[in-house]
Each structure stands twice: as C-alpha cells, then as structure tokens.
C-alpha cells in the first residue's frame, strides 16, 4: 500500500507542476507579445520614427517629446509651454521653408527646454532654427526645477530601464489598442493646439468669465527679487545650446499676455520684478549673434483685446500667426538693450493706464 501511495501522489503533482509551468509560459508569452507590440509600433517614438500606416495618438508631451527629437526627421523646432501650443507647424513650412517640429510643455520651466534642447542639440539634427517663446515668471524657478516629473527612461540612453515603456500596459491599451479600434492620427502640424476650442471660446465674455483677479499685495516686491534666479536659468538652462549651436538661429519671443496678466502684475506688487526679468532675459540673449529676439508685450493692439483670448494668458491661433508673421518680417524685434528698455517703457505704461476697474465693473453688472 505504501508504494501504491507514493505513486498516486507523485500523479497528483505532475498535473500541478505542468499548471504551474503553463501559466509561466503563458506569462511570459503575453509580455513578450506585449514588448514586441510597443517596440515596433513605438507609439513613443523611443526607437524609430512613426510607421506610415498607424494611426499614431500623439497628446502626452512628458513622453512622446522626447522619441520625437529624436528619431523624426526635422531641421526646426518651437520651444515653449502652452503659449506656444496654438502654432500650427505648417505655417513654419510655407513662410520659414522650414521643416518644424513642436516640442512644447504645458507650463515649461527652464529645466523642461534644457531637458529637451539636450536630446535635441545632440549632433544627430542640422537644427537650422530654434524659436522659443519665454514666460518670464517661470525663470524665477530654481534651476533644476521641472513643472513635472519626467519619465526618466524615455530620457536617457540606460535600455535596462526601458522594461517601463516596453511593458507598460497603459502604453499598450491607450496608445496600440485604443487607436487600432478608433483610429484618429494625430496631425503632427497642430499637435498639441487648443483643438477642444471654438471661435466663440476666444472671446471677451470667456475671458472675463473665468477671471479671478489677484489678492492685493501692499508690500512691493524689490526690483532685483527674481534677478539671481533668473540670471541662474538663463545661464545654465538657455545659454549653452545657443554658445554650442553657433549656426542655427535661436529667435526668441516674449508672448503678449492679455492686459488682464498685468492687472494681476499690480495687484501682486512686482510689476518692477517683472520688468526686470525682461530686460535681465534681454542682456543675456542680445550678447549672441544667432539670436534674434521679439517682444509682443508692445502689441496692446493685441493685448487689451479680449476676443483674442480663450483666458487671462492664451491667445488665439490666429494670433499666433500674426506674431509668427512679425517674427517674419523683423516686427518688434529688440536689437539692442536700448530697444529693450522702450519696450519695457511702453509695457509699462500700458499696463499702469489701463482702466481694470471700468472693465470689470461693466462685466459684473
């Protein structure tokens, strides 16, 4: 008995260990099918340029920024954060004959350009232009200060770390299968636009509605408050691409937010702080004679019309193809520090003889 015992118990396990077996063969079966899908899809552009015949979603710009700059082939590129956002890349091509590519960030700090700039820079690309628009309250962040946290193994060149892309099941659900069933290619021309607006979204009454004026501050904010981080951005985050890229043009733009971003400048007490920062910004890029420089703020034509805005910062795409036009044709370009300081002069006499009250009071009744 004790020998027929020993026989069925060893019949007893064989089925569980082949079990056992299969479901690892299953599992790893299912992850390399999982790998396989995302490297050659790619959906991140971490290894190869896009297929042709795949309907690429392209809305995440932490992760797709980076395989972009480096794997698409262009000879251009627009820098910023979500003011740069309503350009359409086309307009590049047929004014510029540039082959441009958008690789902007919701609310960039420095650090963001820096990160991006360092793949793109690398020496793989002839970059024979670069514009950047500069928010200039982002400069007084720290110098290693991103807006958020980056994924890192999209960044660097460590392919260990790479499991977190090619087994990311988010990766494969919302950017392999989801776009496979609903198939809506991204155009690369207007990635990242404003797309979910309308005409009627950029509008007085949108503006106003939305609006929340500042808290008043009695204390003013010193002059030289936002200088020495500034100055630390500009020299660590900006300046080396433009030292180490002698022959592209780097064209730097000031964008114009509306009068209602200076309103807010007054009540918070650093409208000198600000202007600043502008002129500091200005001293550091008309040293480098591959930049050219635009400062939109003057536009008040522009600014102090709240139809072309959708809130107190973000203006229209139609807006943002007459600057690229200014840009163009040399229109508020700032050659010298003395051109700087009359815009800033201009600045701020708009800002300061603006009617705020007249504006919001009409609103609220």
């Known amino acids: 008995m004790k020998t027929n015992n020993n026989k069925i118990n060893k019949k007893t396990k064989h089925p569980v260990r082949k079990a056992a077996v299969a479901l690892v063969l299953t599992a790893v079966l299912l992850l390399g099918a999982t790998a396989g899908a995302v490297i050659y899809v790619d959906?991140?552009?971490?290894?190869?340029?896009?297929?042709?015949?795949?309907p690429y979603i392209v809305d995440n710009q932490l992760s797709q920024n980076p395989g972009m700059a480096e794997n698409m082939e262009y000879d251009s590129v627009l820098l910023g954060s979500s003011m740069t956002f309503n350009y359409d890349m086309s307009w590049f091509r047929d004014e510029y004959g540039l082959?441009?590519?958008?690789?902007?960030?919701?609310?960039?700090?420095?650090?963001?350009?820096?990160?991006?700039?360092?793949?793109?820079?690398?020496?793989?690309h002839d970059v024979r232009q670069a514009f950047l628009g500069v928010d200039v309250f982002s400069y007084m962040a720290e110098t290693d200060d991103v807006k958020f946290p980056i994924p890192e193994y999209l960044y660097d060149d460590n392919v260990l770390n790479d499991v977190n892309y090619c087994l990311n099941k988010d990766v494969l659900m919302q950017y392999i299968v989801r776009p496979?069933?609903?198939?809506?290619?991204?155009?690369?021309?207007?990635?990242?636009?404003?797309?979910?607006?309308?005409?009627?979204?950029?509008?007085?009454?949108?503006?106003?509605?939305?609006?929340?004026?500042?808290d008043k501050v009695e204390e003013e904010t010193p002059a030289d408050a936002y200088l020495e981080n500034t100055a630390a951005n500009m020299d660590e985050n900006i300046c080396?691409?433009?030292?180490?890229?002698?022959?592209?043009?780097?064209t730097v733009f000031f964008p114009p937010y509306s009068i209602l971003f200076w309103n807010d400048v007054q009540l918070e007490n650093h409208l000198e702080a600000t202007l600043a920062e502008y002129r500091l910004i200005a001293e550091k890029l008309l040293q480098y004679d591959n930049v050219r420089l635009y400062?939109?703020?003057?536009?008040?034509?522009?600014?102090?019309?709240?139809?072309?805005?959708?809130?107190?910062?973000?203006?229209?795409?139609?807006?943002?193809?007459?600057?690229?036009?200014?840009?163009?044709?040399?229109?508020?370009?700032?050659?010298?520090?003395?051109?700087?300081d009359n815009a800033i002069t201009k600045i701020k006499s708009i800002a300061v003889s603006y009617g705020y009250d007249a504006l919001l009071t009409s609103y609220s009744e």
Do not use: Q
Request: glycine share 4%; aromatic share 14%.
């Open 43 to 54: 959906p991140f552009f971490h290894y190869h340029a896009p297929l042709d015949d795949f």
């Open 99 to 124: 082959d441009t590519i958008k690789l902007s960030y919701s609310g960039a700090y420095p650090r963001d350009i820096y990160n991006i700039s360092s793949i793109i820079f690398d020496g793989k």
């Open 180 to 214: 496979i069933f609903n198939p809506s290619k991204t155009d690369l021309d207007t990635v990242y636009s404003m797309s979910w607006l309308t005409d009627d979204d950029y509008s007085k009454e949108s503006v106003l509605s939305s609006y929340v004026p500042s």
């Open 240 to 250: 080396p691409f433009i030292e180490e890229n002698p022959d592209t043009v780097f």
């Open 295 to 340: 400062c939109f703020p003057v536009e008040d034509g522009i600014t102090t019309d709240l139809d072309n805005y959708t809130d107190y910062t973000h203006h229209s795409p139609e807006i943002a193809h007459r600057l690229l036009e200014y840009m163009e044709t040399g229109h508020d370009e700032i050659k010298t520090l003395d051109d700087m």
